[in-house]
């Protein structure tokens, strides 16, 4: 939808030098596979990516680190998705970061309102709409039994690419049943902070079976 802009993957891996120009496209895209290796889903240099990634390559106050160390990664989403034991002037730090990314890729897309699918968010909700208090959520809901995999399978697959330690398989399913429990609890708990209008709901086999409608 041209009446919106989004955080390309060009922003989220190169953020610091991604405005100088077209020709880092053209260099990023002598290294990127065609697909994402965890999900087969297109990829290019001027696609949508998670502002997440960008958050990572700009700051240490992020939750993906934890797919370098994912012995610790529960430390890392308790820490910089729940935001539990970080200090004021951390979240400060963290907001911080967030936003100059958000305003780079706003720049970068002409001043159009952005579109963002960033999953850690939902469980930052007061944070967000400390930043955005107009912001507008769109909650997508997924047969649980389906997705547990489908992360699975996305931690497993990444933590491949970018792990420095190993963890055994029960390990990990343990972080992703902690992860969503965690994140599903932080969002219903937070959700009333929402202004009435600013939220929508729709289940994700609705949306790929009619996707216009």
């Not at 990572?56 to 910089?80: D, E, K, M």
């Not at 159009?112 to 909700?125: E, F, G, H, S």
């Not at 992360?151 to 902690?178: C, K, M, P, T």
Request: with cysteine.
């Amino acid at each position: 939808d041209r009446r919106f802009g989004f955080v390309t993957t060009t922003q989220a891996v190169v953020p610091h030098v991604f405005l100088l120009g077209g020709f880092v496209d053209r260099i990023l895209r002598l290294f990127l596979s065609e697909q994402r290796p965890m999900d087969n889903v297109e990829q290019a240099p001027d696609l949508p990516e998670e502002p997440e990634h960008a958050l990572g390559n700009v700051s240490t106050r992020c939750f993906y680190h934890g797919l370098c160390f994912p012995r610790a990664l529960g430390h890392y989403y308790r820490r910089w998705v729940l935001l539990e034991g970080v200090d004021e002037a951390e979240v400060e730090a963290w907001a911080s970061s967030y936003l100059a990314i958000l305003k780079a890729a706003t720049l970068a897309a002409g001043g159009r309102p952005l579109v963002l699918k960033n999953p850690p968010d939902m469980a930052r909700l007061p944070h967000i709409l400390a930043l955005f208090p107009e912001a507008r959520f769109v909650h997508i809901v997924r047969d649980p039994y389906v997705l547990f995999p489908s992360i699975r399978n996305f931690y497993g697959r990444s933590i491949e690419d970018w792990q420095l330690q190993d963890i055994d398989d029960a390990e990990l399913e343990d972080h992703v049943f902690a992860i969503y429990d965690g994140m599903m609890s932080a969002f219903q708990r937070d959700r009333h902070l929402i202004p009435p209008g600013q939220l929508a709901e729709v289940r994700f086999e609705d949306l790929e079976a009619d996707p216009v409608g």
